[in-house]
């Protein structure tokens, strides 16, 4: 793993600055996609910027009558929302669906659509087995 | 097909000759108690010093920030009750209480846990008597090379705290009403802890005592 600097900004401006026009900083929030791939040698980064201090964990009511969901809100808080159980509740299953329960107490709502999944597991396994 | 005496790796035949030299598997082998174990800064490496406390006590490594929280609590705070199985977040046996939830430690970066409390299976105790959740695990003989035990009991603490908040899992009929500790629930939300001995029906039996104690 190369080695990276780490930084934890409490405000969402600072991290949007810290990564923009940067191709060698990423976010960082529940880790569990991102830190397996830093450890493959699939993502090479000098920069991690945690937002978790700096964004929001809760899940809100919106004014059109949705749900704001914070960037932060683990899978696990999520799927376990009474509102979310109840008006939404495929996307309680779906996320149930996904990994496992430590998993989901740690990835988050906005890490899940910022995953740089590898285009498919028989690539993954080359690069484990042969850093190619 | 390999023939007698080659191993097939990675699809490509080794000869073996003779019995496999173990012992390098005894060289290097460290004492863990903390304080043997001030890793020197590799060059290029970036460091930062991170507060854990760890089942009440406080520890401040500096750290290599590519440590993972499992590394920095076996190499570095020095006790390795969480065991490094895959490394990759699949089999559960890193499973601590990070924060009072169970999570998996080799997938979280110990540096973006600065700060954080740590539970690990033998900090459970609560002086000389057992947490329930261990002393079921005892009772109900749930443990057969014992591996995957302080996985499974911190995956169990946490897992049982969930069902208690009324946290859905993936077999739960009535995702809007609470859901019941049937076995179905247990082996499902335990699910993250893989037990290569085989002990999962004894893990279920103690998890369901625990759960209803």
Known sequence: ?????????????????????????????????????????????????????????EVTGASNGGLRIGVAATNSELAADRRVREHYPVLAQALLSGARGQLRNMATSG?????????????????????? | MAAAGQWLVCGRARQVT???NLAHAHRGRRKVDGSSLRAEPVPGAVQAEVTL????????????????????????????????????????????????????????????HDGAEVRRADGLTAGEALHPVQQAFIDHDAVQCGYCAPGQICSAVGMLQEAKRGWPSHVTADLAGDPELTDAEIAERMSGNLCRCGAYMNIVSAVRSAGGA
């Not at chain 1, 890490?111 to 190619?132: A, D, M």
């Not at chain 2, 076996?74 to 499973?95: L, M, Y």
Request: hydrophobic fraction near 40%; include cysteine.
């Open chain 1, 1 to 57: 793993m190369r080695p990276f600097t780490f930084v934890r900004p409490s405000a969402a401006d600072e991290a949007v600055r810290a990564v923009a026009g940067d191709p060698e900083a990423v976010f960082l929030a529940g880790g569990t996609d991102l830190v397996d791939h830093l450890r493959l040698g699939v993502a090479r980064l000098a920069l991690v910027v945690d937002v978790r201090t700096a964004t929001s964990r």
């Open chain 2, 53 to 112: 406390r760890v089942d009440g006590r406080t520890h401040q490594p500096t750290i290599d920030t590519r440590t993972s929280l499992l590394d920095a609590l076996r190499e570095r705070v020095g006790n390795t009750s969480p065991k490094k199985g895959c490394d990759h977040g699949q089999c559960g046996a890193c499973t601590v209480l990070l924060d009072r939830e169970r999570v998996l430690s080799c997938l979280a970066l110990a540096v973006a």
């Open chain 1, 111 to 132: 890490g899940n659509p910022l995953q740089r999944r590898v285009p498919c597991s028989r690539w993954e396994i080359r690069h484990t087995l042969f850093r190619t």
């Open chain 2, 18 to 20: 003779g019995r496999p």
